[in-house]
């Protein structure tokens, strides 16, 4: 389906730069046609001055006005998704609803978490699977440098999985697809089989499993790549012939996209099974034997998939974990 056939369903795409080369590439905001007039917003984009004046590029040039705005739906409480809906309100002149997953408000609202709190958390995590203090302390800075680029939102509705959003060509269904993370939300257009898919499924690049911890800290509360394996699972059983993917144009065979994505998986907790063959090991030297050339800029993100995949191979009894002098070891298991 080519974008003028999406623009003939009232569907408009425009894409905004990020400074995130791991995302898949640019991030993607999608305008549908109500029936009634004006578009619903599904993600906003980022909140910088750049991607800010990609947005307001591709209003114009999809001939909608932001006043013509009358919902925003957020498909997870990431910066680069939801950083421009603040703009967006005050650009519209009027109040317009955000609408996300209860799991992820916290992460966009204003009432919600601040990184600056919730980091000491983390840092006590990190410590746990022997990241060293000073790369504790250069993920930390560089994590709080990316909540600048987005505005909290003053009021964000909850949106649960199994509503109904009607628009102009189609009835979109929500479907909550856990795992990226722990609220993300993804639309279903059964009709004309189109799948709006956030980061839950890129064709490029394999989504994050992002490390979660519970409010208190606390660990395995939420196991990110189990959680994703079960939500693709659904995908994969829906009709689909065109995802509308967070980052990157659309792209068509679905089924093809998971089941690589899945073969990739396995090949990564191959070479963690193959790591561990001589000695248990912390998570950050996991970390560091998959992914040698790792930059202090990229370790939040590198842990958080090595933890993923390890949880999973937890999961089957393939590896466990053991306290040893204040760090956590994952060795195979007997």
Known sequence: MTEAELRDLGIHRIPIPIPFPQAGGSVNAYLVEEANGGVLMFDAGLGTPEAEAALEEGFARSGWRFEEVTRIVL????????????????????????????????????????????M?????????????????????????????????????????AGEMLHVKH???????????????LCLYDRRHRIFFSGDHLLEKVSPN?????????????????????????????????????GHGPPFGHHRRVIDGLLRFYGKRQGKIREALQKEPLTGYQVTQALFPWARAGDLFLVISETVANLEVLEARGEVSREWDAGVYRFGLSA
């Open 209 to 245: 499993p992002i490390m979660e911890l519970g409010p208190k800290g606390e660990e395995g509360r939420v196991k990110p790549l189990l959680a994703y394996v079960e939500s693709v699972g659904k995908l994969h059983d829906l009709e689909v012939d065109l995802v509308l993917p």
């Open 75 to 118: 498909s997870h409480g990431h910066v680069d998704h939801y950083g421009a809906a603040q703009t967006v309100i005050e650009r519209a002149g009027k109040p317009v609803p955000v609408l996300a997953h209860p799991a992820d408000i916290a992460k966009v609202a204003e009432s919600g978490w601040r990184w600056r709190d919730r």
């Open 170 to 184: 189609a009835a979109l269904e929500v479907h909550h697809m856990p795992g990226h993370t722990p609220g993300l």
């Open 120 to 160: 000491p958390l983390y840092a006590t995590y990190l410590a746990k699977l022997g990241v060293p203090a000073e790369l504790v302390s250069a993920i930390g800075k560089e994590l709080g440098g990316g909540f600048t680029m987005a505005r909290r939102l003053a009021e964000v509705t909850a949106l649960q």
